[in-house]
């Protein structure tokens, strides 16, 4: 099981990559899940930061496991959809700077229950077109699973991958959002597993509380956090989860998407949870 932090859990924090890179050598993270907001900051302002910061990665052993950025998928106009390609063309150059395989977006901004027949030809149409781009450099794109998306259940993700049938179209099974849908989780990682390349771990204290994630509020210096709590401690049974993942005949790649206060104090908590819960408790990083 390779375990990954996302640089979007400091959004509000005043840390550098390299402090970063200290904290996931130090606490045992495989990897990092950079947020594009701060690929693009890095190769806008300190082009040569980011070859080194590669070099640096290898160096300690970490990896970027997963570029997470957002495009316009369902834009009414073709003048609108050209600047998604631009911004499509942009993610897959941060993506080959810091070698990563796997890109994140979001299926669209319509729930699947909202959205036209017209919206999935788009959305289908689109997505195999930003896969085959994305393929012939040998990277993978990623849907999430979230809410107000056209892949916001477990049956509305498998219509995706099944309606775009592209074999680089991948999904990242975010469980509290399956587990908002109301979908069993169990099912849903059985079924979904021969396309997921990657996992969210995020928990929730109550389903009335779920209203905390929404982007207004998450992206909000200013939001509440309260609702958030760790893996442990939260209405999504991890434990169950973990033994699945730790099951799993693969190498299963999950990132501890935090969006609450103090990431430093709650991630190297986390971790050690998540190792004590998997029997690993060598206090290493956690390697295939």
Known sequence: MRINLCTISFRHELASFNELLDFAQRT?????ELWSVHAAAI???MPLQGARAVRSMRRRGIEIAMISGYVQLLAGTDTAYAETEKEWNRLLSL?????????????????????LESDW???T??????????????????IETHPGTLA????????LIRDV?????SINLDFLHLWEAGDPLPDAFRRLRPWTAHFHCKNIRSRGELSVFEPDNVYSPGGTREGMVPLAEGAVDYREILAHLNGDNGVPSLSLEWFGNDPFRYLSKEIAWIRSVCGDSRGKRAMP
């Open 165 to 169: 049938q592209h074999p680089y179209l």
């Open 28 to 32: 045992g993270f495989s990897g990092i």
């Open 43 to 45: 190769a806008r302002s």
């Open 95 to 115: 993506a080959r700077l810091f070698e990563t395989d796997k890109i994140r977006i979001f299926a669209g901004n319509k729930s699947s229950k909202a959205a």
């Open 152 to 159: 916001d259940c477990l049956d509305s993700a498998l219509r």
């Open 125 to 142: 149409r689109r997505l195999r077109q930003l896969a085959q781009t994305a393929s012939e450099h040998g990277i993978r794109t990623v």
């Open 121 to 123: 030809t788009l959305g």
